[in-house]
């Protein structure tokens, strides 16, 4: 019988969770997201009333410093999030509550929890990509997620400008027009001055989000050949983009691939999440767990 803990750690919220060890959630709560000093001793507080745990898992917004050698090892990187940059999120918990922590990026602990309990059960190799206030990605090879140098950056790969999307020049602060510069929800609310939810279904912005997003699909198909692609976060809960993105991953493939799931209209290849919003908790007590197995 133990306890672990889990943090899906975002840009406005810290979701924290205790569940036993047959990953049944016993305490929830959140934490706002203020400044890092602050954030984690709230956090912490929350663990220790619950009794303490015996392992925390950290499911984090990054970019973080994965890389066991280096010496910021467990640390936020380079981050547009205020105060954030340097925070010591590894050392910070392990610290304070004395139990191992595991770190890694929001969307590779969600692709983790797809791969073992939601949308990829039984595959190899699994892509998940969030579409949300930004891009990112990761590929679950084998039930772990793909590391190597640091993470992968998915969201920041380039994309065709589509025909009808004028000169917008994009938002990402390093790139401009990479994937997140020109899919991601900013840019939505850049184009237009509100959510993708309330655009027209007439709209041009969903065969331009579609085909950003799609493209990138295409890429990610001929770099690991995945067996599945989950696409989740705000932007993709707006069901209506998934056929236009499997119609633009099957356009930018050009039946080079002969598989009949990379289709235009088959619907097992590029999947919405089969956790919902729970996939980055779950993922961040699965990384717990591995620190205990
Ligand atoms: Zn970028």
New binding site residues.
């Given amino acids: 019988m133990y306890r672990i803990g889990g943090i899906e750690a975002g840009g406005t919220k810290f979701v924290c969770v205790v569940a036993n060890e047959a990953n049944r959630i016993l305490a929830e709560t959140v934490v706002p997201t203020t400044s890092p000093q602050e954030t984690i001793a709230a956090c912490v507080a929350f663990f220790r009333a619950q009794g303490g745990v015996e392992a925390l898992g950290l499911a984090s917004f990054g970019p973080l410093i994965l890389d066991p050698a280096s010496a910021g090892y467990g640390t936020v990187g380079r981050t547009p999030k205020a105060g954030w940059t340097g925070a010591d999120l590894v050392g910070g918990f392990g610290a304070a509550l004395g139990v191992p922590v595991v770190l890694d990026t929001d969307v590779n602990g969600a692709g983790l929890a797809e791969a073992r309990l939601g949308a990829g059960v039984g595959l190899d190799v699994m892509a998940y990509l969030t579409v949300g206030t930004g891009i990112g990605g990761g590929l679950i090879i084998g039930g772990r997620p793909v590391h190597g140098l640091s993470h992968p ?1 998915m ?2 790969v380039k994309v065709h400008r589509h025909a009808l999307d004028g000169d917008f020049p ?1 938002v ?5 027009d ?4 020109m899919a991601a929800g900013p840019s939505v609310m850049k184009r237009l001055g509100h959510p993708l939810s309330e655009a027209a279904p007439d709209h041009p912005i969903w065969s331009i989000l579609g085909d950003y997003i799609g493209q990138f699909c295409a890429t990610l198909t001929l770099v690991a050949s995945p067996q599945r692609i989950v696409l989740g976060g705000g932007v993709m809960g707006n069901a209506a983009l998934f056929p236009v993105v499997r119609a633009a991953c099957a356009a930018a493939l050009a039946d080079y691939v002969p598989i009949p799931r990379l289709s235009a209209t088959a619907t097992d290849y590029i999947v919405p999440p089969g956790l919902g919003d729970r996939a980055g908790a779950i993922g961040a007590l699965l990384l717990a767990e591995s620190a205990l197995a």
Wanted: with cysteine.
């Fill in positions: 950056e969201g920041h994009g990402c602060p390093f790139h401009g990479c994937l997140e510069g």
